[in-house]
């Protein structure tokens, strides 16, 4: 008996089974030892050239009591919002595709980002008049989702970097759910997504049915892909399609079992959201979510060109970026679209404004091996498929968080971790 249905191909048999201690000894050795401050969302001003990036902000975190640190990783009863305005760097100062975390506070706002405001939206009136503010001409909303050990101000700040460096055209909206921000909470991170699988719905349809807004991208990294299509899911269920505005998902390194996704991907019926996906075979966080998830593949560790990968998503339509070829900065190949400049601009000027990828058009060379399946059926003018944004399971701006974290567990896995690393 095969596993596989139409629609999505089952996985293929894994070419190697890693152990934990071999996963975990490598996000040991990968780990940076850098640290930055705590409370970077204390508002602190601008400087003069640089750019202000005002996005809203809906959570179903709790509250913290730290006034910079604002939302902790504890879940609430109900979703809250927040309109915050961050400040970039002038571009002389800074590298495209990197946030230039504080050393200290108060940050120095003409090298270092910081944060110009903060605004609790407490009324449905406050966000539609951030709304009326924050549209462009072209009337797209951008909703980004964060992945696993994510911080509230690891989102904020890496989403405000994307949306610069990509010239994105679009009213910025973060959906950020409860993350613990470490590696040991990998489970209760998950059944956060889970948890918070009804407020993005709620507010995916809100901003789907309301007039000012042309059309929705909703763009996801790591874990929150699972959540993102989960929620889709749920309006197709509930609804008997997703809304018609919603026009493109985009699942950046998405840590999501492959059967999962096909069974999510059929069951939200024929007229669908165009996908894009973001994959990388190098990726190192996905090989150690995939050993905790039980050696299953993951949807952003596959291999486009394979069979039956490459014909199932081009039978689905579903667009496929490879970018196991492209290296950056990023040691654990997690953080491809933070760290290059190029894919940064490329998704910019071209994905953002609705236009489909072609290997000839991309001009990255080898560096990039892009698989645009699917491209046969046409993006509309109408449509806009928004940047990437990987940002969390292990990405370099969050890895400072990960320097304790990683301590404790080489003292907790002992001579296990040491035995792993001297092979």
């Not at 990968?30 to 959570?59: E, F, H, I, N």
């Not at 975190?61 to 730290?66: I, L, Q, T, V």
């Not at 944060?115 to 924050?134: A, G, I, K, N």
């Not at 894009?276 to 291999?303: C, P, Y």
């Amino acid at each position: 008996m095969t596993t596989e249905k139409r629609g999505f191909p089952a996985p293929s048999l894994p070419r190697r089974k890693p152990t934990l201690a071999t996963a975990l000894a490598m996000a040991l050795l990968l780990a940076s030892c850098a640290g930055r401050p705590q409370g970077v969302l204390v508002p602190t001003g601008s400087a003069p050239g640089a750019t202000k990036v005002d996005m809203l902000v809906a959570t179903t975190r709790a509250p913290s009591k730290d006034p910079g640190i604002l939302f902790g990783g504890e879940r609430a009863t109900k979703m809250t919002a927040a309109e915050i305005v961050v400040s970039i760097p002038p571009d002389k100062n800074r590298k495209v595709g990197q946030v230039q975390w504080p050393k200290k506070l108060p940050p120095n706002p003409e090298r270092e980002f910081s944060t110009v405001s903060v605004s609790p939206l407490l009324e449905r009136r406050e966000v539609e008049s951030w709304l009326d503010e924050s549209l462009p001409k072209s009337r797209r909303l951008l909703i980004f989702v964060h992945g696993f050990n994510n911080r509230y101000e690891d989102a904020v700040y890496r989403f405000a970097q994307i949306v610069h460096d990509s010239r994105a055209d679009v009213a910025p909206m973060i959906f950020t759910w409860p993350s613990r921000g470490s590696i040991f909470d990998y489970n209760y991170d998950k059944e956060s997504t889970n948890y918070s699988r009804d407020a993005l719905e709620e507010l995916l349809r809100r901003a789907a049915k309301d007039p000012r807004v042309s059309d929705v991208t909703v763009m996801a990294h790591s874990m929150g892909s699972w959540l993102t299509v989960e929620a889709l899911r749920q309006m197709a269920i509930r609804d008997g399609r997703v809304a018609p505005k919603i026009t493109n998902v985009i699942l950046a390194s998405p840590d999501l079992d492959v059967d999962v996704f096909r069974t999510q991907f059929e069951a939200m019926g024929k007229k669908k959201p165009k996908f894009t996906l973001f994959v990388s075979q190098d990726d190192r966080a996905l090989l150690i979510s995939r050993r905790i998830a039980g050696n299953v593949e993951r949807l952003g560790q596959i291999n486009p060109n394979e069979e039956p990968y490459k014909s199932e998503l081009e039978k689905a339509g579903i667009t496929v970026l490879d970018l196991t070829a492209l290296q950056t900065g990023d040691r654990l190949n997690h953080g491809k679209f933070a760290e290059s400049p190029e894919v940064v601009k490329l998704l910019g000027n071209r994905l953002i404004a609705g236009q489909t990828v072609t290997d000839s058009e991309i001009g990255l060379g080898q560096r990039v091996g892009a698989v645009a399946l699917g491209t046969a059926q046409t993006v509309g003018s109408a449509a806009s498929v928004a940047v990437s944004t990987p940002i969390a399971i292990f990405d370099p701006a969050t890895r400072e968080t990960l320097d304790d974290q990683l301590q404790q567990l080489g003292r907790t896995a002992g001579g296990t971790v040491a035995t792993t690393v001297g092979q």
